[in-house]
């Protein structure tokens, strides 16, 4: 798998936001932004357009938008809202997972899960996978 053939959230000036897949073809990311826009249509418009920036510069510099979580892990931030991804081959940042943060630290179980994520979508691009078997 290429990452142009994974489904675009935004086709940027300088960066495709992309959907990561996982080895049983789920879309984690996707999933988590559909419910955030029937349930909070305010966090999704500005998740949205933090992710357009994202795509149309290739940079955010406002740490209380987007930061660095560590293993090559990035947080796009929107109050309480999140949405983990990762920067893919050139031109490409992969959406990861999203999730409702409640205390003041990110999560051990959702940056372990990203990481996962980001494992099984690596493994995909590098061709390790087929129909959600490994080969």
């Given at each position: 798998m290429d990452p142009?053939?994974?489904e675009i959230y935004y086709d940027g000036k300088c960066l495709k936001i992309i959907f990561a897949v996982t080895a049983n073809d789920k879309l984690p990311a996707k999933d988590y932004l559909d419910e955030l826009l029937r349930t909070s249509s305010e966090d999704w418009d500005?998740?949205?357009r933090i992710l357009c920036r994202l795509g149309d510069t290739g940079k955010i510099f406002n740490k209380q938008q987007f930061r660095s979580v560590g293993n090559g892990i990035?947080?796009?931030?929107a109050g309480s809202r999140r949405v983990l991804g990762c920067y893919v081959k050139a031109g490409y940042f992969a959406l990861l997972c999203g999730f409702k943060k409640r205390g003041r630290k990110l999560p051990k179980t959702e940056k372990t899960k990203a990481l996962k994520i980001r494992s099984e979508f690596e493994a995909k691009l590098a061709?390790?996978?087929q129909r959600g078997e490994k080969t």
């Open positions: 142009s053939q994974a500005r998740i949205r990035f947080e796009v931030k061709g390790q996978f």
